[in-house]
């Protein structure tokens, strides 16, 4: 995989596709999170982001990954109508790298409480500081065409996960964070199907959550963080 490196600290893999597969921190540089409000809508959110990096002291460069939150999963048109506008903010802000997009991005339609419109649910930027490894890899459905159930999707997945970190420079062991997104009837069977394999050492969250398009089920993303915070 390619990589390519933003002036904000980070490094990351390109993609054609409105976010990076993944990101992580150069030396000198560490990658933190900071979680908005419950239902902040995106717009307030790309403020909110402004403002929180302005008061850092921290470049637009040093953002590095978003994480959405959306009513309920697209069809591929409406998909693509929804990053046009995500598209318009991110190259307002000057993150385009050599024709990509750097931020990571999870993007998720919740079961539970889902939100009216489309939300920010938390960021992540580069701080100055010294440390292990950072990172964040993007969200990632199962491939399309897995067949075995549920554990092969995970299989599929976490495989997913592996390539982008290693393309990186990081690994399970630099994780401290990892979420399977997926429905509330998948919860019992994806218990007793899959192997958590090297997942398992930082420990899985699960959510309640469908990926954006309407095409899948499944989703898994992994970090690495130096810390988390909420506004």
Same mark, same amino acid.
């Given at each position: 995989?390619?990589? +390519? *490196?933003?002036?904000?600290?980070?490094?990351?893999? =390109?993609?054609? /596709?409105?976010? &990076?597969?993944?990101?992580?921190?150069? &030396?000198?540089?560490?990658?933190?999170?900071?979680?908005?409000?419950?239902?902040?809508?995106?717009?307030?959110?790309?403020?909110?982001?402004?403002?929180?990096?302005? *008061? $850092?002291?921290?470049?637009?460069?040093?953002?590095?990954?978003?994480?959405?939150?959306?009513?309920?999963? +697209?069809?591929? *048109?409406?998909?693509?109508? @929804? #990053?046009? /506008?995500? +598209?318009?903010?991110?190259?307002?802000?000057?993150?385009?790298?050599?024709?990509?997009?750097?931020?990571?991005?999870? #993007?998720?339609? =919740?079961?539970?409480?889902?939100?009216? !419109?489309?939300?920010?649910?938390?960021?992540?930027?580069?701080?100055?500081?010294?440390?292990?490894?950072? @990172?964040?890899?993007?969200?990632?459905?199962?491939?399309? /065409?897995?067949?075995?159930?549920?554990?092969?999707?995970?299989? $599929?997945?976490? #495989?997913?996960? !592996?390539?982008?970190?290693?393309?990186?420079?990081? &690994?399970?062991?630099?994780? #401290?964070?990892?979420?399977?997104?997926?429905?509330?009837?998948?919860?019992?069977?994806? $218990?007793?199907?899959?192997?958590?394999? =090297?997942?398992?050492?930082?420990?899985?969250?699960? @959510?309640?959550?469908?990926?954006?398009?309407?095409?899948?089920?499944?989703? +898994?993303?992994?970090? /690495?963080?130096?810390?988390?915070? @909420?506004?």
């Amino acid at each position: 995989m390619n990589v +390519l *490196k933003s002036p904000g600290g980070i490094r990351f893999l =390109p993609t054609d /596709g409105p976010f &990076s597969a993944g990101v992580a921190s150069e &030396s000198g540089y560490q990658i933190v999170r900071v979680r908005l409000p419950r239902h902040t809508p995106l717009e307030q959110g790309f403020r909110r982001v402004e403002e929180t990096l302005q *008061k $850092a002291g921290r470049p637009l460069t040093s953002l590095c990954a978003m994480e959405l939150r959306i009513p309920a999963p +697209l069809t591929r *048109k409406g998909f693509d109508e @929804f #990053n046009q /506008g995500y +598209l318009a903010q991110h190259e307002a802000w000057g993150l385009r790298i050599e024709g990509h997009m750097q931020a990571a991005r999870t #993007n998720v339609a =919740p079961e539970l409480d889902p939100p009216s !419109e489309p939300c920010l649910h938390a960021f992540c930027h580069t701080v100055i500081g010294h440390g292990r490894g950072t @990172f964040v890899i993007s969200g990632s459905p199962e491939p399309p /065409g897995t067949e075995g159930g549920l554990g092969a999707d995970w299989d $599929a997945m976490q #495989n997913i996960m !592996e390539e982008r970190m290693s393309a990186l420079g990081v &690994s399970w062991a630099d994780a #401290n964070d990892v979420q399977f997104y997926g429905p509330r009837d998948a919860h019992e069977a994806f $218990a007793l199907a899959a192997d958590p394999g =090297p997942v398992a050492a930082p420990g899985v969250r699960w @959510f309640f959550s469908r990926p954006p398009v309407e095409d899948f089920r499944l989703e +898994l993303d992994v970090r /690495g963080l130096a810390r988390d915070t @909420f506004i």
